[in-house]
């Protein structure tokens, strides 16, 4: 479909309707055929966009099935769900390497109907495809909400990744365990399954505006994917830890074996522009309706129909390093635009040129054919916590929707100190500054500390107190603070691991109580 897109040849999408149509022979309903559905769940929406191209009901009819039988138990298939009939079927000794054990199909979203799916569960790249698929197929989109506010609300990084068990590339089943390095037991976080939140966020905007998943999809755009590459474009990384430990180093690949994120960043970069807004027109009314999704700076050309012509929208932004963008309308004459912008929760300070009304995260405004609209607000700096029940007390920084990190190229005497920034904490009441940096050529915000709001952490020696593995808490908890007397630097998340091929890092310190 991307290839017929760009190039108007209609031959390999025929190519690929005549595979599609294999596979919906041999699998389905019917009692002749597999009621089987793919372990990734890609063809899923690759399908519900194909029928969007084709028109077909045999194609719709096919991607509705495949949301329809995964993870239904059947009579026929022994009491089972497909895959565990299928491995005993054909004593499939491989099936259950990355399971428990053969009868459980969280790894790949088929423990259950999709229906009854309380929880997201498993692989996370699979499982944000699959609600990718469902956000698009009317009878699903209400589970795809449903487990997308899970994954989200209690199961998300701050830097929107996903995924802290290593061994499956997914989702811890306990909500709020978010280990933040391999000490702590994991963190995962791959760059694939970021990506695939952001395909998922897209397609639930598409059907129902709301502030709050445009927050997370460029949460997910500006720090894990982007930070999924090198600022050369040249290695790429699949875990994303937030913290080093031992030998470890913060550090990126040309190349991996299994090669899903180089390809998958790439794809998501060319193809941004899906990302950043979506347009369609009302020809009876002459009114082009526009729902911003990412402010950056690019233009949109819509063709009208009835041989209209073509109108034009430019926005011109300097976000995120600055909370400013100017839109320029141009559409022919009768025309009006109905624009519904952004009101990003991290934002301070809003101000729209126009009169706008504020409705679920967004503001709509109307404008003339020819116009141009400016939208300003500040970006805070902010000391973000963490939930109760993830059982860390401590702090990250963030700017604007950037969240930083603090590297050993930018704290060498402290990290030469205290390796990987262990043991490092900040005062929730920090001073934080912002200095401007470039890192690999590129122009960004650094955010620097007090050297007062900096301490590390002693364990209490009195009475021998230091060599116990619990110790009285007394008055101290059984610790105390040292002042470090030297700030810290953070950079960027995403920009982190481009200067030093031995880079340590640290994204969330200790809260100083």
Known sequence: ?????????????KVMIRAV??????FGPNPDQLHGYPGHPELELAVRRLYALTGDIKHLAFADYLL???????????????????ARRRNDPLFAMNLPDIDDMRYSQSHLP?????????????AFYLLTA?????EFFADAKRLWEDAVTKKMYVTGGFGSVSRTEGFDPVPYRLPQSTDEGGCYAETCASIACMMAGERLL??????????????CLYNNVLGGGSLNGKQFSYANKHATYGDEIATRAEWFEVCCCPPNLSRTLGMLGGYTWSANVDADCKIINLDVYILLSATRRIALPNNAGEATVEMVSEMPNKGITRFNF??????????????????????VSVTATIDNGFQRIEVDAEDSVDLTFDLPIRLLGCHPKTNQDTLTVQRGPIIYVAESFDNPSIENKYPHFHGIGMSATATLIEAPITICGIEMVAIKTADSDVYAVEVESEDGAGNRLFPPAGNKGGRSWKMLGEGLTFVPWFARANRDDASHVRVNMIRVA
């Open 206 to 219: 598409s059907q129902s505006l709301d502030g709050a998943v445009r927050d997370v999809v460029e949460k």
């Open 68 to 86: 329809q039988a995964r993870g239904v138990a059947r009579e026929d298939q022994g009491g089972k769900s497909y895959f565990p009939f299928e």
């Open 114 to 126: 999709l229906h009854e799916q309380k929880t997201i569960e498993g692989h996370s790249v699979r």
């Open 21 to 26: 149509e294999c596979f919906a022979k041999v």
């Open 134 to 138: 469902a956000a698009d197929a009317p």
């Open 1 to 13: 479909m991307a290839h017929y897109q760009y190039t108007g040849s209609p031959q390999f999408v």
């Open 330 to 351: 141009s559409a022919p004459e009768g025309w009006k635009w109905t624009v519904r912008l952004p009101l990003p929760g991290y934002a301070e300070n809003v101000t």
